[in-house]
Protein backbone atom coordinates (compact mmCIF):
# COMPACT_ATOMS: atom_id res chain seq x y z
CA UNK A 1 0.00 0.00 0.00
CA UNK A 2 1.76 3.36 -1.00
CA UNK A 3 1.02 5.66 2.27
CA UNK A 4 0.08 9.06 0.80
CA UNK A 5 1.47 11.80 2.83
CA UNK A 6 1.35 15.82 2.32
CA UNK A 7 3.81 17.82 1.18
CA UNK A 8 4.73 21.48 0.92
CA UNK A 9 7.01 22.48 -2.12
CA UNK A 10 8.77 26.12 -2.78
CA UNK A 11 10.73 26.84 -4.96
CA UNK A 12 12.53 29.88 -6.63
CA UNK A 13 13.05 30.64 -10.29
CA UNK A 14 15.13 33.37 -11.92
CA UNK A 15 12.98 36.61 -11.91
CA UNK A 16 13.54 37.75 -15.34
CA UNK A 17 11.44 34.37 -16.74
CA UNK A 18 9.35 35.08 -19.71
CA UNK A 19 5.43 33.66 -18.72
CA UNK A 20 5.98 30.93 -20.73
CA UNK A 21 9.08 29.37 -19.41
CA UNK A 22 7.71 29.94 -15.38
CA UNK A 23 4.68 28.18 -17.19
CA UNK A 24 6.99 24.94 -18.17
CA UNK A 25 8.31 24.91 -14.95
CA UNK A 26 5.00 24.52 -13.18
CA UNK A 27 3.31 22.20 -15.30
CA UNK A 28 6.22 19.70 -15.28
CA UNK A 29 6.30 20.08 -11.55
CA UNK A 30 2.70 19.24 -11.76
CA UNK A 31 3.06 16.37 -13.71
CA UNK A 32 5.76 14.74 -11.64
CA UNK A 33 3.28 15.09 -8.70
CA UNK A 34 0.22 14.01 -10.55
CA UNK A 35 2.00 10.75 -11.50
CA UNK A 36 1.81 9.29 -8.28
CA UNK A 37 -0.34 12.00 -6.30
CA UNK A 38 -2.47 15.05 -6.18
CA UNK A 39 -2.01 18.74 -6.04
CA UNK A 40 -3.73 20.46 -4.14
CA UNK A 41 -3.11 24.53 -4.26
CA UNK A 42 -0.85 26.52 -6.50
CA UNK A 43 0.18 29.42 -5.17
CA UNK A 44 1.75 31.68 -7.42
CA UNK A 45 4.05 34.15 -4.96
CA UNK A 46 5.78 36.49 -8.04
CA UNK A 47 9.10 37.87 -7.73
CA UNK A 48 10.01 38.93 -4.16
CA UNK A 49 13.02 39.40 -2.75
CA UNK A 50 16.08 36.96 -1.88
CA UNK A 51 16.97 36.79 1.80
CA UNK A 52 20.52 36.45 0.33
CA UNK A 53 22.26 37.06 -3.41
CA UNK A 54 21.68 33.59 -5.24
CA UNK A 55 24.08 33.52 -8.61
CA UNK A 56 24.39 37.67 -8.63
CA UNK A 57 20.24 37.46 -8.69
CA UNK A 58 18.63 39.98 -5.36
CA UNK A 59 14.95 38.77 -6.52
CA UNK A 60 13.70 35.51 -7.67
CA UNK A 61 9.85 34.21 -8.67
CA UNK A 62 8.45 32.62 -5.98
CA UNK A 63 6.15 29.31 -5.95
CA UNK A 64 4.29 27.64 -3.74
CA UNK A 65 2.76 24.43 -3.85
CA UNK A 66 0.48 21.77 -1.88
CA UNK A 67 0.48 18.82 -2.73
CA UNK A 68 -0.39 14.77 -1.59
CA UNK A 69 1.94 12.11 -2.87
CA UNK A 70 3.50 8.90 -2.39
CA UNK A 71 6.83 8.85 -0.52
CA UNK A 72 9.18 8.68 -3.45
CA UNK A 73 7.94 11.93 -5.39
CA UNK A 74 9.60 14.24 -3.64
CA UNK A 75 13.04 12.51 -4.04
CA UNK A 76 11.51 12.51 -7.95
CA UNK A 77 10.56 16.20 -7.77
CA UNK A 78 13.95 17.58 -6.36
CA UNK A 79 15.93 15.53 -9.13
CA UNK A 80 14.28 17.64 -11.66
CA UNK A 81 14.30 20.99 -9.86
CA UNK A 82 18.30 20.35 -9.20
CA UNK A 83 18.77 20.11 -13.10
CA UNK A 84 16.60 22.92 -14.12
CA UNK A 85 18.45 25.91 -14.68
CA UNK A 86 15.58 28.44 -14.28
CA UNK A 87 15.35 26.84 -10.92
CA UNK A 88 17.86 28.84 -8.17
CA UNK A 89 15.99 27.26 -5.25
CA UNK A 90 13.82 24.75 -3.93
CA UNK A 91 12.85 23.00 -0.71
CA UNK A 92 10.34 20.75 -0.16
CA UNK A 93 8.76 20.20 3.56
CA UNK A 94 6.28 17.11 4.48
CA UNK A 95 3.57 18.82 6.50
CA UNK A 96 1.67 15.60 7.46
CA UNK A 97 -0.20 16.16 10.84
CA UNK A 98 2.25 13.98 13.28
Given at each position: ?37 E ?7 G??R ?32 K ?12 I???
Amino acid sequence: VNVMRKYELIYVLRPNLEDEAKAVVIDKVKSIIEADGEVEKVDEWGNRRLAYEIEKLTEGYYVLINFKAATDVPKEIDRNLKIMDNVIRHMIVNIDDK
